[in-house]
């Protein structure tokens, strides 16, 4: 009797710890979003989109083996392009959706060259532009998105995930001044607390990354974020390897189930 019951023991703890595995291969998943999805600032890098299988979207499929996979952000997306491109194209019987989305819409990329090339006080001048827009226009946009995810995929499970704070601060040797460092810090803080709040009263889970980024700034003794990079240009202020699969591959799995 004591083998059969080591035996049943044995047989009911091999299906408990098999049971992730198995759910997992029933879920359809579907990665939108823009760069910060698509890869940029990892290795492998391709096509327009500038997609690599090393950033964390096709690391969770890599290891949790779903059913489907479409891996549809793209480099440079905003909240239009994700209504009129991306979701279009996804599967309406999609059970998981992850995204990062904002961004580009809230003048990243202009924000940071203003702040590499002018004053401080010029870069904290852009910083609150982008503020005023993420206060002021950005809410309509996410809350559009959000329900064109919603309308494609009604049962899906949504993942919506934030940025990290891009610059540490403490370091006194960077690229940029510590007045710049904590400006574009203060917009990214910004643009975080405005998609948390839109995306959960769109019913979506909310993922932040700054906690898996602490520490990792641009400019710490381990960075996981890119600094300026004259080849490619574009990875510049995006994730490295290191933060796609550290920083936003366990924020992703810790919020998909």
């Known amino acids: 009797m004591r083998i059969v019951s080591v035996l049943v023991t044995s047989s009911v703890l091999s299906l408990v710890l098999a049971a992730p595995a198995q759910a997992a291969s029933s879920i359809d998943y579907v990665a939108l979003g823009d760069s910060y999805s698509s890869g940029v600032g990892a290795s492998g890098q391709s096509g327009s989109c500038l997609r690599s299988n090393n950033s964390y979207a096709p690391k969770w499929a890599a290891a949790n083996s779903p059913a489907s996979f479409q891996f549809l952000a793209c480099s440079g997306a905003t909240t239009d392009d994700v209504r009129n491109s991306q979701i279009p194209a996804m599967n309406g019987g999609a059970d998981l959706v992850s995204i990062t989305i904002g961004g580009n819409d809230a003048g990243f990329a202009p924000t940071v060259v203003t702040c590499l090339t002018s004053s401080d006080s010029a870069c904290a001048a852009k910083v609150e532009q982008g503020k005023a827009y993420v206060a002021n226009t950005l809410p ?16 899906a499970r949504v993942v ?9 601060t403490s370091s006194a040797l960077c690229e940029m001044s510590t007045a710049k460092r904590r400006s574009i810090n203060d917009g990214a803080r910004v643009l975080d607390e405005m998609v948390k709040q839109r995306a959960e009263a769109a019913g979506f889970v909310w993922s932040d990354v700054r906690d898996e980024f602490t520490g990792h700034g641009v400019c710490s003794s381990r960075a996981w974020i890119n600094g300026l990079t004259i080849i490619p240009p574009q990875n510049s202020y995006h994730p490295n390897g290191s933060g796609y699969t550290s920083g936003y ?9």
């Open 249 to 257: 591959l366990p924020a992703l799995s810790g919020s998909a189930a």
């Open 140 to 155: 309509a946009r996410l809350d559009a998105t959000y329900a064109a995810i919603r309308a494609k995929a009604p049962a």
């Open 160 to 168: 919506v995930l934030g940025y990290p704070l891009i610059f540490d």
